[in-house]
């Protein structure tokens, strides 16, 4: 069955840095859109990054120039380098593959938390 496992998260200091790692399997990875949402509490999920296998990228305005997002099609990997953090990351980041009209699928991991916090 598929599965997304994050990894990562923890606790750091404002302006630090952390890399968060998703690795999929049980899917035909590269028609996947792969995508970093994060849930903070008594707020909506929303989508943070997200990365076609051709390399398209979209982010959430307010992480542009810090966060990036990049995947490795060989080894069904997804990132999410996280630079410059800020209290107001602090959420739930959870690693998300869509298929879109080809699978009518979309998969979640399970979680990981990020807190931002002196």
């Known amino acids: 069955q598929v599965q997304l496992v994050e990894s990562g998260g923890g606790l750091v200091q404002p302006g630090g840095s952390l890399r968060l790692s998703c690795a999929a399997s049980?899917?035909?990875?590269?028609?996947?859109?792969m995508g970093w949402y994060r849930q903070a509490p008594g707020k909506q999920r929303e989508l943070v990054a997200s990365?076609?296998?051709?390399?398209?990228?979209n982010q959430l305005t307010s992480v542009k120039g810090r966060f990036t997002i990049s995947r490795d099609d060989a080894k069904n990997m997804v990132y999410l380098q996280m630079n410059s953090l800020k209290p107001e990351d602090t959420a739930v980041y959870y690693c998300?593959?869509?298929?879109?009209?080809?699978?009518?699928?979309?998969?979640w991991g399970q979680g990981t938390q990020v807190t931002v916090s002196s």
């Open positions: 990365i076609t296998s051709g390399g398209s990228v």
């Open positions: 998300n593959a869509d298929g879109g009209a080809i699978t009518g699928t979309e998969y």
């Open positions: 049980g899917m035909f990875f590269s028609i996947y859109v």
